[in-house]
């Protein structure tokens, strides 16, 4: 690596690009999301095991969703009644994601993790659009007294938690348009569920790969660290920019990311 007038020339730059990346994901996870998409790259290019990077940036990232609750206090305890079975559904299916995870072996996920990035690119790229959908569609039906489909979105919950618990960017919008495809037009009663449901499922995660051993806490600390700073940090300017600049620069930022790892695991 090139050295730099004048910087002490024994700074390990990857532990710079983690402190710096992780930053920067906390930023965006706090105002948009896709997070993930500088996160765990930056903890991969540690030169460890790509099971272990992922299992290491879900704790990393974890705690700064574990606080989101609170912020949805009100909005959880008006509705215990669906907050306990899609917490349950979230538990069921992160459970399985990182259990099938664990059981992958490192270069079969590495091969896979260009089609996860391009995925959560896509999903973050069609979010807009589909939410301008679902606001038409709540305004078309707002008379209508079908109720929501609870057995359909107990099923579907579980199947993106098991997302979650594999890999997860972009998990929080696929809960957000399934709750509303089966009848949920409250959007605060939809952020909270969906809250729930993506904490719960991370978290059985983060359970399941702390007591395997699969987190190596010294990048860990530091990713959290600089992520919950990141997070805090932004909370000031995150209105201050316009959401389509920031949901563009993460789809971009998601499709590099992959057209990176596309090459990077076929050279």
Not at 91 to 106: E, H
Not at 159 to 164: H, N
Not at 233 to 249: D, H, M, N, Y
Request: glycine share 12%; aromatic share 12%.
């Amino acid at each position: 690596m090139t050295h730099l007038p004048g910087v002490p020339s024994h700074i390990d730059w990857h532990w710079l690009w983690l402190a710096t990346a992780t930053f920067l994901a906390g930023a965006l996870n706090a105002v948009a999301g896709g997070g993930s998409f500088l996160s765990f790259p930056a903890i991969l290019s540690m030169n460890i095991l790509p099971v272990q990077a992922n299992a290491t940036n879900t704790v990393a990232i974890w705690l700064g969703q574990l606080t989101s609750i609170a912020a949805y206090r009100e909005d959880v305890r008006k509705n215990l009644r669906m907050i306990w079975p899609m917490g349950l559904a979230g538990l069921l299916g992160g459970t399985s994601g990182a259990l099938v995870l664990l059981n992958t072996p490192q270069r079969t996920f590495m091969r896979l993790v260009p089609w996860l990035l391009l995925g959560a690119a896509c999903i973050f790229a069609v979010s807009r659009p589909v939410s301008r959908w679902l606001q038409r569609r709540k305004g078309a039906i707002a008379g209508s007294t079908h109720p929501p489909r609870r057995l359909a979105v107990f099923v579907g919950t579980i199947v993106i938690g098991f997302y979650v618990g594999y890999f997860g960017a972009g998990a929080g919008f696929l809960l957000i348009t399934m709750f509303s495809l089966f009848g949920y037009q409250d959007l605060h009663e939809i952020n909270g569920l969906k809250i729930v449901a993506n904490t719960l499922a991370n978290g059985s995660a983060f359970l399941i790969f702390v007591a395997d051993g699969k987190v190596l806490w010294r990048y860990c600390l530091v990713a959290m660290i600089a992520c919950g700073i990141g997070g805090y940090a932004s909370a000031r300017f995150a209105r201050k920019i316009p959401q389509g600049i920031l949901r563009t620069f993460v789809v971009f930022l998601g499709l590099g990311m992959a057209a990176w790892f596309f090459w990077k695991t076929n050279t």
